[in-house]
């Protein structure tokens, strides 16, 4: 019979951070498969090899812990599509620049997504989530807001159009997160036919601009 290795309690100052850093992405697994409710601290602290009692020294909450795996979360995403979307000039460029990046991103780890699109659902009907975390995607609106506006200014999309258009990329990210994360083909499938129709958009309003 396999020997089972004792629960670390509290760790040394020198494995701090590394048992902080695993702490967050075991909660961040488990929040993305079972939600914030079915989660508890000792499935958390079981898998972390850590007893209940030290992972208090780490985080004085649930809540706690889901706040810092929400945190760490909107960074890495963030971080990785604003330097993906500046590798593009043109609206149609960075568009593409950043579903590519948040595709490779999905299939290194599709744990990220399917946290975000489980924390849209679960931070909206639990009210300690709601009061910690807000209810909105802002952070979201804004960056693509960033990037209709610049097809504006390069007259890929029209004035007119620019709600339009928002509507569009925020409905397409919130199914692309929520829906495909867990499927790789269909995650490409997806992303390859929106850029069809944004470049076939595109091209229809260059036409039209041509012909005046």
Partial sequence: ?????????????????????????????????????????????????????????????????????????QERVYHLLATAERNGDTFLEKLEAVYEAAHELNRADASLAQFLGSARIDRRRIPELTESLGGGDGRRERFFEAIVDRGIETGEIRPVDRDAMLGLINAFTIGLTDGLSSDDDEHRNAIDGLMLAMRSRVNDVDERRSRH
Avoid: C, W
């Fill in 1 to 73: 019979m396999a020997t089972k290795h004792a629960r670390l309690g509290r760790p040394p100052a020198s494995s701090s951070a590394e048992t902080r850093g695993r702490i967050i992405d075991i909660a961040r697994r488990a929040f993305a498969e079972q939600g914030y409710e079915a989660t508890t601290n000792r499935t958390i602290a079981d898998e972390a090899g850590i007893t209940t009692g030290a992972l208090y020294h780490y985080f004085d909450s649930k809540l706690g812990i889901y706040q810092a795996v929400h945190d760490e979360v």
